[in-house]
């Protein structure tokens, strides 16, 4: 069965970490997609510098994971309309507000019946800015929050910011989140990350250690049992369990799993040879490995 | 299932990925009952999936019963059938 979803990415970051920027260059370097600009304030402003894109919806005076959300599932969905009367839209890239939190949206998104069949979440891409954002990660819970919901990192501003700082920052990514694939830009133009050699920064007492842990599963462990455990794992613990991310081995064949917190992205078939079975990665405060494999045992036997 | 457009009416739950033939679905919905009755029964409860009805019937030992047909309800179902939270993490 071929996925016609249309694909759908969530750009995030802070406030001024250089979303609009970044997504300009793309757009400049021919990136084809259809971009929903969201802004926390009543003025929306980045619109008039994304003319290069297919398409732009402005969602303006209310941040699309709490305030805004109906404005975002309408907008969504209009666009779900127009494709399905034949518009040509190739891809959306969703630029949140600089308050937005992103596994909020991705939440909205898995709940909706109708979005849910209309578009495939991609990838979360969130920007972090080299210069600040040490200061934003040490100052707040929210910035944390974006990062830990990316599958995919950009330091930005990277030229402006000392080796020794990027260093630090991208050391307290991976700390924060192991999972995402991390890179950096300046301008929105991909540039080397400095070597990163340095100890993370310390984090606010509010935040606990997050740390990742691979759970091997066993051997003809099948999908039923399998997937009523991670029910139960999320029902209990999701507040803790950041992301969880693995291919699983089911009657129809190989599916790729992902969650962010409670919610579980609608789990994708993959070809036979792309990606690592048997493994799931859990990233949480402080996960107990081998309190989930005995749990995991319990449900499998 | 929608007459008109061949559509399941809600979303599908994502445990149902991976399921293609109605047979998996079927031997998933059994083995499903067969894990949760295993599981469940430190609690006191019981799980029972009769592969017609649309819904897993969960049972408390003094009698009372629950039909749970959304997936997403169902560790909320047994925690209230149980009086109690269920951590799957505890021995």
């Given at each position: ?16 970490a ?32 994304l ?67 209309h578009?495939r979440?991609?990838?979360?891409t ?7 954002g ?12 974006q ?52 100890a ?27 997937s ?7 029902h ?6 950041i ?35 048997d ?23 | ?64 019963s ?26």
């Amino acid at each position: 069965m071929t996925d016609n979803r249309l694909p759908l990415i969530i750009l995030g970051g802070w406030l001024g970490a250089g979303k609009t920027t970044w997504l300009r260059h793309q757009l400049h370097a021919g990136l084809q997609a259809h971009v929903i600009v969201n802004e926390a304030a009543g003025v929306a402003v980045d619109d008039a510098l994304l003319s290069q894109a297919k398409g732009v919806t402005v969602l303006a005076g209310g941040c699309a994971c709490c305030n805004g959300r109906d404005d975002l599932v309408a907008a969504l969905r209009s666009l779900a309309d127009r494709r399905s009367a034949g518009d040509a839209i190739p891809e959306i890239i969703l630029e949140t507000s600089g308050l937005a939190d992103p596994a909020a949206i991705i939440t909205s998104l898995a709940d909706d019946p109708i979005l849910v069949r209309h578009f495939r979440l991609t990838g979360t891409t969130v920007l972090v800015d080299a210069v600040n954002g040490a200061a934003e990660l040490a100052a707040g819970t929210l910035a944390i929050q974006q990062i830990r919901a990316a599958t995919a990192l950009i330091l930005t501003k990277t030229d402006a910011a000392s080796p020794t700082a990027i260093a630090r920052l991208a050391a307290t990514l991976v700390v924060l989140n192991p999972l995402a694939i991390l890179s950096a830009a300046v301008a929105g133009v991909a540039v080397p990350l400095p070597a990163l050699n340095a100890a993370p920064m310390p984090l606010a007492l509010t935040t606990r250690a997050v740390t990742a842990v691979t759970l091997p599963i066993p051997k003809g462990a099948d999908w039923a049992s399998l997937s009523l455990w991670l029910s139960a794992l999320l029902h209990a613990h999701g507040d803790r369990l950041i992301r969880l991310k693995g291919v699983v081995q089911t009657p129809a064949g190989r599916l790729l799993i992902q969650t962010v917190r409670r919610t579980v992205q609608p789990p994708e078939m993959l070809p036979a040879d792309l990606g690592t079975d048997d493994m799931l990665a859990v990233i949480g405060e402080s996960p107990d490995a081998a309190a989930l494999q005995a749990s995991l045992a319990r449900f499998l036997a | 299932m929608c007459n008109a457009c061949g559509y399941p009416a809600r979303a599908g739950h994502w445990t149902d990925a991976g399921l293609d033939s109605p047979h998996d679905r079927l031997r998933a919905r059994f083995r499903r009952a067969e894990v949760l009755a295993r599981v469940l029964r430190p609690l006191g409860l019981t799980a029972h999936d009769d592969g017609v009805t649309d819904g897993m019937v969960l049972s408390t030992l003094s009698g009372a019963s629950v039909i749970v047909t959304d997936p997403a309800q169902i560790w909320a179902t047994i925690e209230r059938l149980a009086g109690r939270a269920y951590d799957p993490l505890a021995g």
